[in-house]
C-alpha cells in the first residue's frame, strides 16, 4: 500500500489519459480504483486501501439513513482502472464532466491514496485555507497523537 504525498501538476491528453506521477508510481499495481473525494476531488486507491475503505465502510450501519447515502454515494461513483505500460490511467469521461475535471489537474498524495483535482479548483480550495493551516493543524489535536 502506497504512502503519498507532495503536489503535482499533469495534463490529461486527448485519450484523457493522466500519466501519473513518477515518485507515486515506482510500484503501481495493474490497475486503480477511482471514486468520487470531498470538495470535487476525485479519490484514486490502489487495491489494498480500496479494500480496507470498503472493510472500513461496512462497519457502517446500513440501517443509519445517513450511512447508507455516504455508502450510496461513495460506491456508486467507484470504479476500477486499468494502468497501462507508461504508467497512464485513462479517466472516463462521465468523471470528468460529473466532477468537472478539465484537461490541467493536480494531483496530490494525501497518505493511503491519492486524489485527482481540477487544477483551477485545487487553486481556489488553496486560497480558500491558505490562512487555516495553524488552526486546523489544532483542531486536529495532532501533538497528542
Known sequence: MGNY???????????HRLQI????NSSL??????LRGFEGAL????EAAFNDLLARLSKLSYQNPTA???????LSSATKLDVDAHG???LPVE?????NIGDQVVV????????????????????LHAGEYEEVARLTDLDRQ
Open 88 to 90: 497512464r490511467i485513462t
Open 68 to 74: 447508507r447515502t455516504y455508502i450510496r454515494l461513495a
Open 21 to 24: 506521477p513518477s515518485k507515486l
Open 108 to 127: 496530490i498524495g494525501v497518505l493511503d491514496h491519492f486524489e485527482l483535482w481540477d487544477a483551477e479548483s485545487y487553486d481556489a480550495y488553496l486560497k
Open 95 to 99: 468523471y470528468l464532466s460529473r466532477y
Open 5 to 15: 504525498f507532495g503536489t503535482y501538476t499533469r495534463n490529461l491528453d486527448q485519450k
Open 43 to 46: 479519490e484514486i486507491y490502489e
Open 29 to 34: 499495481p495493474d490497475c486503480l480504483y477511482i
